[in-house]
């Protein structure tokens, strides 16, 4: 088993819809929580920084973590033709960990 | 931006041929890191850097070495390239606490090994 699993999708959506982008995870020791945007042929470009329980919201995202379930959430409003791209969640037990836990990825693509 | 620069960014090469990569930072940061990324595998951890000439293995670490002789360079080399590492690299840094300490990616090099 995977320590996080990840819906590699592909997930289409008509521009304005709400998107909903989840991972599971076993290792209840992970704290500290990220979401990544990959466009193609780029790299990861850090999204969403979240530590322990909760939701942190920054404009249109919103990154939602319930640690009794072992899931993470990330929420995008009103999505853009631009937000189309693969997003990775990735996860960590302490902050500054050498090694982080990563996602496969979910392929979104928001339709005009 | 992180001030990162991998380079080639695109490299064909024959199995059994040497390759090293290049990753530059420009902003003076301790820690830095090699990934691979792989359909359904996703991104792991090959090597990484705490400070110059101070290595250490990843998850993925055979068939690869590394070496940091300055602050702001570090190699990514295989040895004696194999088929199955044909993939994409990234090069990443770790920020300083003040940014969360968090890691930020380089643009990726893209490795054909033929």
């Known amino acids: 088993q995977k320590e996080v699993e990840q819906d590699p999708g592909p997930l289409s959506v008509p521009e304005g819809a709400i998107v909903s982008l989840n991972c599971t995870y076993s290792n209840s020791a992970f704290q500290y929580f990220m979401w990544y945007r990959q466009y193609s042929r780029k790299g990861p470009e850090l999204l969403m920084y979240?530590?322990?329980?909760g939701n942190k919201e920054d404009g249109r995202f919103t990154a939602q973590v319930d640690k009794s379930s072992k899931y993470i959430s990330l929420f995008i409003r009103d999505s853009q033709p631009s937000d189309s791209a693969t997003y990775l969640c990735?996860?960590?037990?302490?902050?500054?960990?050498?090694?982080?836990?990563f996602g496969t990825g979910t392929r979104l693509t928001v339709i005009p | 931006d992180a001030g990162i620069t991998q380079s080639p960014r695109h490299k064909v090469t024959e199995t059994g041929t040497p390759v090293t990569l290049r990753c530059h930072q420009t902003e003076n940061h301790r820690y830095m890191y090699w990934y691979r990324q792989d359909p359904g595998h996703g991104l792991r951890l090959i090597h990484y850097?705490?400070?110059?000439?101070?290595?250490d293995k990843g998850e993925v670490s055979d068939g690869y070495s590394v070496s940091r002789s300055k602050t702001e360079d570090f190699l990514l080399t295989l040895e004696s390239a194999t088929s199955s590492q044909t993939s994409v690299y990234f090069c990443?840094?770790?920020?300083?606490?003040?940014?969360?300490?968090?890691?930020?990616f380089g643009e990726g090099s893209w490795l054909t090994v033929v």
């Open positions: 850097s705490y400070g110059v000439k101070d290595t």
């Open positions: 979240t530590y322990s329980s």
């Open positions: 990735a996860m960590s037990a302490e902050s500054g960990a050498n090694n982080l836990f």
């Open positions: 990443a840094i770790r920020a300083g606490v003040s940014s969360g300490n968090t890691i930020y």
